[in-house]
């Protein structure tokens, strides 16, 4: 069935809360184990249905973000989520503190009953009001984000569409559009700041509801890190600190030289050759048709995966006015489909969303064809974000079909661009860890805090005088920040899994793939530490880990120079 014809049925809580209690009393009176997994199976086909009725909503209100029917059902979703949370969570408890607990784990697997201890850690009835509250928050935040039109050469543009400017190889093009979008942020100041001290408090609140002393290792469980902690989290963050800035440092000194400029400033800092950084050639439809050519290539896996994606309407990439910013790839189970959405500007950023957000799809559609348990179906988000920056650079060979004569530049600029990433998502994440352990600074502090980090991190930064970033509060623009919090360090431990995975490619490029594809088969049915171990690969927080990805990429920049 194509996108366009899946009817959406809101979800009627009334209902759900009925058949939830049905479910309940099976499990309570069941005479065994295999009577427990056949009432908790009809679960799973309930929650089939009901997860596609609010991806159905969540992903037609952000392609416009002005349909009033679909905003409406949006906010409906973030209304009733805490309690279909609260009714999962009663499933939940009761698999747990089963009386058969040994033959399910048997059945089941025992990661799937670690999962489940580390989701009970995550609410209770108490909280739903300060849940409903944050989900509000973040919808609000997301809705002024979306809302956002600057000036330019007189006519409004999205901040999507400001994203050629700012890559011009005209410097004071570039630093005009930053300019731009800068002066939009601080428009709205007062609103983000308000919005965000908000979230914090309550996050915080709902901490110390449920018996923490911060919020901290209540975001860590929301994402479900069944295998590493905040003390992993750091240690990785001094590997990248200590061996890969110094490795960035000096891939940004290259970018100064070639760009030949005396200092690198901050509207600098995306353009990496002097006659402007590689983009596609030709439309958003050639773009289309590439990405499914590469597919089809690629491997027999990923033929029948890209054919159904574009035969079933399953992806909205173009930029429009209304529609919600960034890029996101979702589930719909009850049709066995992935849906990608983003926004094209003209960049490389366009081919991106065909490896980057095709591989979250790839790996959503080979789980679901294994009818896993939804539990199971994914590993934790650091293993999500290793199936998709990995296929960025599995898609290596098809690079040439998108960037014609420029493919050179676009290989060294997305080796480059991806390791001048992490310390970046190193920041943020430190940034969140400073931010919830002190959850009363003001805006000026966490302003302050960011531009700490900034010279930790990104020590090669100028902004001079440029609004919203000179001030401190560039991170304002992340949307992670505000509605994924912790989220960011995933994206980190995953490139550091993708690079291994590129540089064995390189070696062996049949291997790498054989091992990659069973990194993604193996869905969430293995922690991350294991998922990267049976691959092969070395966990991220690994000791040593860090420097040897920074030496090997420094040693294939020096035998690759353009």
Known sequence: MKFSEMPYTRPNLEEIRKNSEAILQRLASAACAQEQVDAYMDFEALQKELRTDLSLAYIRHTVDTRDEFYDKENDYADEIGPALQELNQKIELQLFHSPYRAELEEKLGKLFFLNLEISLRCMKPEIMPLMQEEN???????????????????????????GPFKQSPDRAVRKAAFEAEGRWFDSHQEELDTLYDKLVKNRTAQAKAMGYETYTQLGYDRMGRNCWGPKDAAAFREQVAKDLVPVVSRVKKDQEKRLGVEKLKFWDDVLLFPDGNAVPQGTADDILSAGRRMYREMSPETAEFVDFLYDGELLDVLSKEGKAPGGYCTSLPAYKAPFIFSNFNGTSGDVDVLTHEAGH?????????????????????????????????????????????????????????????IPYGCMVDEFQHIVYENPDMTPAQRNEAWMGLERKYRPWEDFEDLPFYGRGAGWQRQLHIYGSPFYYLDYCMAQTVAFQFWLASLKDREDAWARYLRFVDAGGTMSFAELVTAAGLKVPYAPGCVKEIGDAISAWIDANPL
């Open 136 to 162: 509000k928050l973040q919808s609000e935040y997301q809705k002024l984000y979306a809302s956002a039109m600057v000036e330019w050469e007189g006519e409004m543009l999205t901040l999507p569409k400001l």
């Open 361 to 421: 799809a790839f790996a959503d559609f080979r789980a679901q064809r294994r009818d896993l348990l939804s539990a199971l179906e994914s590993p934790t988000m650091e293993g999500c974000e290793t199936h998709s920056m990995s296929m960025e650079f599995f898609a290596e060979p098809w690079y040439k079909e998108f960037f014609g004569p420029l493919t050179r530049k676009y290989e060294v600029g997305h080796c480059e661009s991806s390791l001048i990433f």
